[in-house]
T-cell receptor, first 110, second 117 residues
Framework: DAKTTQPPSMDCAEGRAANLPCNHSTISGNEYVYWYRQIHSQGPQYIIHGLKNNETNEMASLIITEDRKSSTLILPHATLRDTAVYYCIVIYNAGNMLTFGGGTRLMVKP | GAVVSQHPSWVICKSGTSVKIECRSLDFQATTMFWYRQFPKQSLMLMATSNEGSKATYEQGVEKDKFLINHASLTLSTLTVTSAHPEDSSFYIC?????????????FGPGTRLTVL
């Protein structure tokens, strides 16, 4: 599975959009981009995934660049409860294993 | 959404004892469950892949005789930490992928915090 690179930490003001970047320059054509988050002392939670088109659900939006070498997870109106570590994972859809990197620690501040 | 539970949520034990952790998918079936370990301020590390009805597949560096995994049904996998030592103190998390899922979404349990004295 392709390796991902994320900034270790980010701050965001409550109510503002949080934009979390992820680089995956070695992604192959069959690999999807998945985003999970982990709130302190809890198990990770699935957020969203995509292949090449932008995706949106009730939690977030995922913007994937045309060359697919990077993506951005957008939380449109961050709340204090969105404070968590966000993991970007690249994986074949039929695969099983999720390999977690360091993630981005997002701190939403009042 | 699908729910995965773990029991116990927190356990403290003496060095040398064995601890069993259960992982259950409550409203879906999963042929495959995964066990992760997470040390403080670190990311999740996959320990093993648990397949229903067959032997688990362990990641490099994880001792299969120390971390016994049993996946007896489509909704239950157990991890037993045998002869636990203080260095085994960690946050153990399981996940399950629904049998019917068309993509790689996995549902995680809330985790079990193990403290070995």
């Amino acid at each position: 599975d392709a390796k991902t690179t994320q900034p270790p930490s980010m701050d965001c003001a409550e109510g503002r959009a949080a934009n979390l970047p992820c680089n995956h320059s070695t992604i192959s054509g069959n690999e999807y981009v998945y985003w999970y988050r982990q709130i302190h002392s809890q198990g990770p939670q699935y957020i969203i995934h995509g292949l090449k088109n932008n995706e949106t659900n009730e939690m977030a939006s995922l913007i994937i660049t045309e060359d697919r070498k990077s993506s951005t997870l957008i939380l449109p109106h961050a709340t204090l409860r969105d404070t968590a570590v966000y993991y970007c994972i690249v994986i074949y859809n039929a695969g099983n294993m999720l390999t977690f990197g360091g993630g981005t620690r997002l701190m939403v501040k009042p | 959404g699908a729910v995965v539970s773990q029991h116990p949520s927190w356990v403290i034990c003496k060095s040398g004892t064995s601890v069993k952790i259960e992982c259950r998918s409550l409203d879906f079936q999963a042929t495959t469950m995964f066990w992760y370990r997470q040390f403080p301020k670190q990311s999740l590390m996959l320990m093993a892949t648990s397949n229903e009805g067959s032997k688990a597949t362990y990641e490099q560096g994880v001792e299969k005789d120390k971390f016994l995994i049993n996946h007896a049904s489509l909704t239950l996998s157990t991890l037993t930490v045998t002869s636990a030592h203080p260095e085994d103190s960690s946050f153990y998390i399981c996940s399950a992928r629904p049998l019917t899922s068309g993509h790689n979404e996995q549902f995680f349990g809330p985790g079990t915090r193990l403290t070995v004295l």
